[in-house]
């Protein structure tokens, strides 16, 4: 018999961070005194059934990203700068063998250009940019998807980096949000893809020198980007190590959808 909505246990949330850029500037470190990481996973800590923890580069040898980490999240949130290089290729492949079983990928920002989301799509991941702290209006492309639940058409941010077409990434399955920018440029800012048994999901806006991070509607966006991404029944099919996944989850409960 499965278990009822009261016993279904919390999505396993893991927020990754470089963390380097709050340690090395005060106006990073202004904007987030407990880090991106530490605001993101705040967030996600008061929603219902989502338990977060952080990780960051510098946390240990393996990034605080241990066998044990990885193999205990449901969805990893990923935020990447400076410092992609840095990230050690056996943890890379740890985190690719863990989305390809089923979990879930949320890569925010800059983190198109590290090493796992540029594994898992197989392309540069390269685009435009221009750091001039424009404004940034997001348009809502997929009504009633997931990720965009309770979200209007479109809302406007002050001041971000501005990212621009061509975004060199696969086809996505579903593009949910686009951006328009002060300058003129488009940019595809919300997108999945799924990866073996892993739901993986693109969104752009995250610049360390704005409070992006703050903003009610991005928060949205990324919250229902986890749920979204949570692997469920459906999707965790398959692979000597999705198999232990399931029994692990069974244990607590059916995954939640």
Known sequence: MLPNAMSTPPIRVTVWNEGRHEKNNPAVAAIYPRGIHGALADHLNVAS???????????????????????????????????????????????????????????????????????????????????????????????????????????GLEHEEMYGEFF?????????????????????????????????????????LFPTYHDSRVLRVIENAVRWANPTWANVAYGERAQGWIEQRRETGKPSS
């Open 49 to 155: 059934r989502i338990a977060a923890r952080t990780a960051t580069l510098d946390d240990d040898h393996d990034h605080g990203l241990t066998d044990a980490v990885v193999d205990s999240t449901d969805v990893l949130l990923w935020w990447g700068h400076l410092h992609h290089d840095d990230v050690r290729d056996d943890v890379v492949a740890r985190v690719h063998q863990r989305v390809l079983a089923g979990m879930g990928l949320v890569v925010l920002h800059s983190g198109h250009f590290s090493k796992i989301f540029k594994r898992l799509m197989g392309t540069t991941c390269d685009l435009k940019w221009r750091d001039a702290g424009e404004r940034e209006t997001l348009w809502v492309t997929r009504p009633g998807h997931p990720t965009v639940e309770g979200i209007n058409d479109h809302f």
């Open 168 to 208: 060199d990434v696969p086809e996505p399955e579903c593009t949910f949000l686009i951006s328009s920018f002060a300058g003129g440029e488009v940019f595809r800012s919300g997108m999945t893809w799924t990866r073996g048994a892993g739901r993986v999901v693109y969104f752009r806006p995250g610049h360390e």
